[in-house]
């Protein structure tokens, strides 16, 4: 079955570090990618998609991510975190073959320390 | 603002109550989905709706009953809830079924229930 997996159920950084959120899919043609950011008590924001060409892609708020097929993965990086990056991440993946819909991961949420 | 909006915002009813969750979008888009998000669990969709036609029920119970008057609007009629169904209710649309998996989906900020 496809599916979309988020190792990590908690992270916590200090501010001003590096971030890397994993995600991992099963599927077995390149499926399109997002992740999304949904702050507390709000709905959720996309922060970038990949569907082709560069694997490495740049979205808002300073977050990239890069497409890895032979890892199908697609891990979310900042290079410094602000204190306003606390929220809840998911990964997204589209296909066909998943019946025209977006398959979520379960999450991974954001902590940041000063 | 994202393009899509959900009233309330908040919502407390009790067991028997019979309320409905609206959902609005004036994006263009022609497809619409209502989603549950509970704590610690993932998100589950619901109900899909592309051209104000119901193309998807992922084994909900009869006591949530959507609606799709015309393809900017989307209501969830609730009655007869449990407390497990509190949970924050999150509507998202996109500008077609095949193309959410091409551009994602954009959300609303979400309803959130509280069933006592």
């Known amino acids: 079955a496809q599916s979309v997996t988020q190792p990590d159920i908690h992270i916590t950084v200090s501010e001003g570090a590096s971030l890397e959120l994993r995600c991992n899919y099963s599927y077995g043609a390149t499926p399109y990618l997002f992740w999304y950011v949904q702050s507390p008590g709000q709905g959720l924001q996309l922060l970038l998609k990949?569907?082709?060409?560069?694997?490495l892609v740049q979205g808002i708020k300073g977050f990239e991510a890069e497409f890895k097929r032979s890892q199908s993965s697609f891990n979310l990086r900042k290079p410094s975190v602000h204190w306003s990056d606390a929220a809840e991440y998911f990964c997204a993946v589209g296909a066909m073959e998943y019946g025209n819909k977006l398959v979520f991961g379960a999450g991974t949420i954001l902590r940041v320390k000063s | 603002e994202t393009g899509v909006t959900q009233t309330p915002r908040h919502l407390v009813m009790g067991m028997t109550n019979k309320k409905s969750l609206k959902c609005e979008q004036h994006?263009?888009?022609?497809?619409m989905y209502w989603y549950k998000q509970s704590a610690k669990k993932p998100l589950e969709l619901m109900f899909v709706y592309s051209l104000e036609e119901r193309v998807e029920n992922n084994s909900v119970p009869s006591r949530f009953s959507p609606e799709c008057p015309n393809s900017s609007h989307l209501f969830l009629h609730l009655h007869t809830l449990q407390p497990e169904d509190s949970a924050l209710y999150l509507c998202?649309?996109?500008?077609?079924?095949?193309?959410?998996?091409?551009?994602?989906?954009?959300f609303g900020s979400g309803t959130r229930l509280t069933v006592v």
């Open positions: 994006l263009g888009h022609n497809a």
């Open positions: 990949y569907f082709s060409g560069d694997t």
């Open positions: 998202a649309s996109s500008q077609d079924l095949g193309t959410g998996n091409l551009y994602g989906y954009t």
